[in-house]
């Protein structure tokens, strides 16, 4: 199993500023994925980071917004960008191991909330 | 898109058995996944299963399929306290950029476990 941890845990941010979410894997993962999961619903998958090649960006997602890097095989960041309160949210970092696709371990999340 | 479902919340009385229920639309999911989300954590895979079995069972988790019907049930023996958390069930579908599948989750039901 491979664990997960997410920089910052929380955070409260002034609307129009960005902020730099990180993720660190303990150890080398095949894929790396970023999702939102808003206040009382599910997870929204907003992209795949690919090692050393732009992210694979989900329908309603933009590279602009959310720029997103990885640039080795355990590291991966999350920018959301020009923020505004209907960007409060709880991102969560999430890897793959193997073949499987829901043999996949979750960060602890990041909440961040725009004021 | 495909969609899963779930209803939001579930109260037991500890010791009883729990029953959480999912639908899913996509009829060429392989797998359907169970995950459980304690509070400030991430998602903890709890089990799977393949399409083509009725029934899995691992210790307290019973997960039981109908395909013909796309319902999805986990089963919770002798339920703890330490059960109480939010339960998603998910299926791996196509993405919208390639050919690939990503998980799609449901909203997740709340379970409280009374004491």
């Known amino acids: 199993s491979a664990v997960i941890s997410q920089k910052p845990s929380r955070d409260i941010c002034q609307r129009g500023t960005s902020l730099t979410i990180q993720c660190q894997v303990d150890s080398q993962v095949t894929m790396m994925f970023w999702y939102r999961q808003q206040p009382g619903q599910s997870l929204t998958l907003i992209a795949t980071?690919?090692?050393?090649?732009?992210?694979?960006?989900e329908s309603g997602f933009v590279i602009d917004k959310f720029p997103i890097s990885r640039p080795n095989l355990t590291f991966s960041t999350l920018t959301v960008s020009n923020m505004s309160p209907e960007d409060s949210s709880i991102y969560l970092c999430?890897?793959?191991?193997?073949?499987?696709?829901?043999?996949?371990?979750f960060g602890q999340g990041t909440r961040l909330t725009v004021v | 898109g495909e969609d899963v479902e779930q209803s939001l919340f579930l109260s037991v009385r500890e010791g009883d058995s729990s029953v959480i229920n999912c639908t899913y639309t996509?009829?060429?999911?392989?797998?359907l996944y169970w995950y459980k989300q304690e509070p400030g954590a991430g998602l903890q895979l709890l089990t799977y299963?393949?399409?083509?079995?009725d029934m899995k069972q691992d210790q307290r988790l019973t997960v039981l399929l109908n395909k013909k019907d796309k319902h999805l049930s986990l089963r919770i023996a002798d339920t703890q306290t330490g059960d109480s958390a939010i339960y998603f069930c998910a299926e791996a579908s196509p993405i919208s950029s390639g050919s690939a599948r990503q998980l799609t989750f449901g909203s997740g039901t709340q379970l409280t476990v009374l004491p």
């Open positions: 996509d009829s060429s999911s392989t797998y």
């Open positions: 299963i393949f399409s083509n079995m």
């Open positions: 980071a690919n090692q050393g090649s732009e992210a694979t960006y």
């Open positions: 999430s890897a793959r191991t193997g073949d499987l696709v829901g043999d996949a371990f």
